[in-house]
């Protein structure tokens, strides 16, 4: 008689992913926030609207959402075995987009699809996740571990995430509200983010074979730590910037996240078509990732504008009166800006001079 079989035997550890359970819930605890309703072992995260609204005496709130992933930056954490900062990249990626929209993120969600448990590396991601939700102040709900074997190769998993934000319906950036002779001010970026890494590889690890794991002088550090270097999350000091400047006028008009596309796809999403993007290619500092990806390429300079973020990871098109102050306050905040362009007649394109 053949030994009965079980979902072991395919492949599939029903224990072990049971046994990370209490993990899960001790980090999602801790980032829990205004209006997040522990529920340890519920089918679906809770989350009271009521709550947030009446502290925040809103009287019109609309949800926005945002969905994405961490791309081919995974191949490099399965390369170097650190897998702590990639969940970071995950909440980053939605949160900021929920932010350009003029939202506050309230929760967070994410997905992991591995071919098998391995408790040291989904503890890790997960804590990267958690990691990114006290940044983007948003609450940890949940999210789902599935194990697929014979799906993923050995060592390898992906990553997927969805943040819900609120925010005032009078007070969403929509970007209709951009006019010419408005003020582009730029935020850095930590480097490459989670964009453009399908290229980067390519040019960085296949063509130039440079070594992953040694130090890089023009870096100042290890290639690798360069390329896990996490997304910035930029939502405390932009809410902060936003609710200082825009109570009763909307001085800051529009936010773009630089993201696939670079500068030159994202900020005409965030512009009408009538006008344009004018920005000084030389007003910022550029990290040296993008300078070494340029000559060891070589990648020319359109490409590498329109697959890289180049330096900036988010634009603030703001009223031209208020750009120094509203530059002053995010450098208060840490953040590195500068003043990069300006809103002209046009056709809805960046334009680089």
Excluded at 37 to 42: F, K, V, W
Excluded at 125 to 131: D, H, S, T
Excluded at 148 to 170: H, N, V, W
Excluded at 273 to 278: Q, R, S
Aim: aromatic share 6%.
């Amino acid at each position: 008689m053949k030994k009965p079989m079980t979902y072991k035997d395919s492949g599939v550890d029903v224990d072990a992913a049971g046994d990370l359970e209490e993990d899960y819930t001790s980090l999602i605890r801790k980032t829990f926030r205004l209006g997040a309703i522990d529920n340890p072992g519920g089918y679906g995260g809770l989350f009271c609207l009521a709550e947030v609204m009446k502290k925040k005496r809103m009287r019109d709130p609309v949800l926005v959402s945002g969905t994405d992933g961490v791309g081919t930056k995974l191949k490099i954490a399965f390369a170097l075995d650190k897998h702590d900062t990639v969940g970071i990249d995950l909440v980053a990626m939605s949160a900021n987009d929920v932010l350009v929209q003029g939202a506050e993120p309230l929760f967070f969600l994410d997905y992991i699809g591995t071919g098998s448990v391995n408790k040291r590396v989904l503890l890790d991601i997960v804590k990267g996740v958690a990691e990114g939700c006290r940044q983007a102040g948003c609450a940890l709900l949940g999210g789902e571990t599935a194990e697929l074997p014979g799906f993923y190769k050995k060592g390898e998993y992906d990553l997927a995430g969805f943040c819900t934000g609120i925010a005032e319906r009078r007070k969403l950036l929509t970007g209709s509200d951009v006019k010419e002779g408005d003020a582009i001010i730029a935020l850095g970026s930590n480097g490459l983010h989670s964009n453009g890494f399908s290229l980067a590889r390519k040019v960085l690890l296949e063509s130039a074979k440079l070594p992953i794991d040694k130090h890089i002088s023009v870096l100042g550090k290890t290639l690798g730590e360069e390329l896990l270097t996490p997304t910035r999350i930029y939502v405390k000091p932009v809410l902060s910037a936003l609710s200082l400047f825009n109570k009763r006028t909307k001085t800051i008009r529009a936010l773009a996240h630089i993201t696939g596309g670079g500068l030159v796809e994202n900020i005409p999403r965030v512009i009408p078509m009538d006008l344009d993007a004018v920005i000084n290619s030389k007003s910022w500092q550029q990290p040296a990732i993008f300078d070494l990806i340029r000559r060891l390429g070589p990648v020319e300079e359109e490409e590498m504008r329109r697959v890289f973020n180049i330096g900036i990871g988010m634009v603030m098109i703001v009223s031209a009166k208020s750009a120094g102050k509203v530059l002053s306050h995010m450098q208060s905040e840490g953040e590195s800006a500068w003043i990069i362009g300006q809103i002209e007649k046009g056709q809805g394109v960046v334009r680089f001079v």
